[in-house]
């Protein structure tokens, strides 16, 4: 805003009088008798009014300056110690002042993020993902310490980059969500966040070249929208290796004389990895171990294995995983038939439903568990419980 159209709202909200003398309007008989003299003492008059209503705009505005955007703030203060003459701020214009910055910050200058598009609530997250995210204690743990870390550190070296492996249904599109919701005052549909569907977004394999340029350039102008950004990329395995190798410059670490993309996360969503990820977790329960016992370091250090030697998927052929450009391997473990029971729950209690452990007994029995001799974990992790449950329904 330039300091025209702030004097013209600063004298608006004064409530100046536009121009009117102590000896108000004369009667309309008056112009023929006293035109020239009136009209000059007029003219006189609203000079002063105006000179008076410039001053004090000019004042506000510098201490405007001052409060919102720390600028002029020595100025203000050496006019402090020494103040002119019957110069003081009217206790109506502090609230004025009030208005003025909350208007000002309601564009998103003085949140404490900085954006108010940004609200990056650790504390909702952490305890949603307690309370919602059933059988998942890696993913837990790492989603919040990698996130928490980041967004504390006053200078990342480069972005965030987090990769979820696991079954389909076993949680990695719920924390994905969970994460924009709390990260972001819009979840996913803020203009910070973009979320990028393999087999939807990117269909065919012989337009890449295409596909590339096309996403470059909408990561480009997110970035350059919000300095804190959030890229989700579903069904990473279907990624075309082309595309992978096309977000490089984004995630690599900062270096002088580039753009700084440092603030922004990406997350990508797969299904490789899962058989690993599941045979770890029933050599464990075989062993009479509680899958709590699972290291992230070992099942980690298994999943990068699995990546590296397998040359068909797409992260293998792309140079992420050779430039080690992604952070965190987030294993999402198999849900067992006590998880279901709770994922029910919540199904149940989302929609204001009333329901008996019975009831959650048989919507998990609908489920199909493998493998086919222990019948531990649900092949379909928790995916179409909260459709199942339309046949309980009166």
Not at 81 to 107: M, T
Not at 112 to 124: A, F, L, P
Not at 298 to 316: G, I, P, V
Not at 340 to 350: E, G, I, N, P, Q
Request: with cysteine; proline share 4%.
């Amino acid at each position: 805003m330039g300091l025209s159209s702030c004097l013209l709202l600063l004298v608006l909200l004064l409530g100046g009088s536009g121009g009117r003398d102590s000896r108000g309007t004369p009667p309309r008989g008056a112009w023929e008798e006293e035109g020239e003299l009136w009209g000059r003492a007029r003219y006189e008059a609203v000079k002063k009014h105006l000179g008076a209503v410039g001053a004090l705009s000019k004042k506000y505005w510098q201490y405007l300056a001052c409060k919102v955007w720390q600028e002029g703030c020595e100025e203000e203060k050496e006019e402090e110690s020494s103040p002119r003459p019957g110069w003081s701020l009217p206790l109506v214009g502090q609230d004025y002042l009030e208005i003025l910055s909350a208007w000002y910050c309601s564009f998103g200058k003085c949140c404490k993020t900085g954006d108010c598009r940004v609200v990056n609530n650790i504390t909702g997250l952490e305890a949603d993902l307690n309370e919602q995210l059933h059988g998942q204690h890696l993913a837990k743990e790492v989603v919040i310490q990698a996130v928490q870390g980041f967004l504390q550190s006053p200078q990342p070296e480069k972005p965030l980059v987090l990769s979820f492996h696991g079954w389909s249904g076993t949680g990695k599109n719920f924390v994905a969500r969970m994460l924009a919701s709390h990260l972001y005052r819009d979840g996913l549909k803020s203009e910070c966040v973009r979320l990028f569907i393999s087999l939807f977004h990117f269909p065919h394999h012989n337009y890449v070249d295409s596909y590339k340029a096309q996403l470059k350039k909408q990561i480009s102008e997110t970035m350059q929208l919000c300095k804190q950004s959030l890229f989700i990329f579903d069904e990473a395995e279907k990624l075309h290796f082309g595309l992978l190798d096309a977000l490089k410059p984004f995630m690599a670490p900062y270096d002088k004389g580039q753009v700084d993309y440092r603030r922004s996360i990406f997350l990508f969503l797969s299904n490789l990895g899962g058989n690993t990820i599941n045979e770890v977790a029933l050599d464990f329960w075989r062993a009479g171990r509680a899958r709590e016992d699972i290291s992230f370091e070992f099942l980690e250090r298994q999943l990068r294995m699995e990546l590296q030697e397998s040359a068909e998927n797409s992260y293998a052929r792309s140079h992420l995983l050779e430039e080690n450009l992604i952070d965190f391997f987030v294993p999402f473990l198999p849900l067992e038939y006590h998880h279901v029971k709770l994922c029910t729950r919540d199904a149940f209690l989302a929609r204001g439903l009333p329901y008996t452990e019975a009831t959650l007994h048989e919507v998990a029995s609908m489920m199909v568990f493998v493998p086919k001799e222990e019948k531990l974990f649900s092949a379909q992790g928790c995916k179409s419980v909260s459709q199942r449950i339309n046949y309980f329904l009166p």
